[in-house]
């Protein structure tokens, strides 16, 4: 897989930290930061994943030009597509070697893990896929590794 | 501020509500932020009349979002060296979450100590929903 390089920036901190509800002024407020241990802005420890962003191919945004699979006039924007509960996250784990901060230009590279298999009774064969991403930072150094394992499940996931 | 290694026993625990009545809204703010706009997430029609689910549901990273904020609030800022959790159930609109660390284990690694913690978020109904595990640096 291609290497994404992942500028990170401090107005892309305020925002994802917003979206996690998180008010903490280490992720916004600049002067407030520089008086903390860590000295400047800090990304939160799940931020990482927000390389999507910069991932041209992303399958999970919608692109001109492209049929997109959500809703528009039907609900699907593609026709006869079987109906299909789609790949839902299983797990995730970060190893952090330092915080990232806004300045950083991270290149992130991924590579396939393991793949297996198993059976569950709330929906039906499970199919996970590992995927472990490594984020280097403008000196080259290991900053963050990210293992994130993916599973494709036979039926949508019971809620009984 | 930092937690100290002298102030720490092992099954000491820290909890905090992490979201209160989860709205579509912030799942939308999420998928914004992160880049991860699978219809699953924003999109109801799609998710109730084709991928067969009862509505739309949170993000997976969105959780773990949530539950990191409760360990960083613990820990510190950029005290983390590690964080990885298992997706146990959905979490869905309407949704009240807590998070919970609980201190497995104090340790010494190369004169840096250390605090193992394991991870859970529970709902409104007391279902788990996230699980895992971090390790963060302490202070002596």
Redesign the interface.
Known sequence: MAKITFPVEAS?IM??A?????T?P?YHDAAAAKD???GGI?A???FA??V??F?PD?H???KPGEKW???AKG??GIEG?P????G?????????H??LRPGDVLTAETKPGKTWEKESKRAGKLTFRERITEYRDQKGELVVTA?GVGVTTE???D?G | M?LKASALKVGDTHSEC??ENLSRT?IV??A?????????HS?E??TT??????SVFA????T???T??M???YV???R????????TN?VWPGDTLTAKATVADIRDEGGQKLVDLTVSTVNQDGKEVVSGSATARLDP
Not at chain 1, 88 to 96: C, G, I, K, N
């Open positions: 892309h925002m994802f917003r979206s996690i509800g998180d903490n280490v903390t241990e860590v800090v939160p420890p799940t994943q927000a999507a962003q991932d992303y999970l945004r919608p699979f959500g809703s609900p699907s597509r109906a299909s509960s789609g839902l996250h299983a797990e995730q784990h970060f190893e952090y330092r915080p293992r039926r949508p996931v809620q | 930092a992490v979201v912030q703010q999420y914004g932020a992160s880049g991860d706009y699978n219809p699953l999109d029609v799609y009349q084709v991928a067969g689910y009862p993000h997976g990273m969105l773990m979002g949530l990191g904020k360990l960083t609030n510190g800022d950029g983390l060296t590690k964080f990885g959790v298992r997706f959905q």
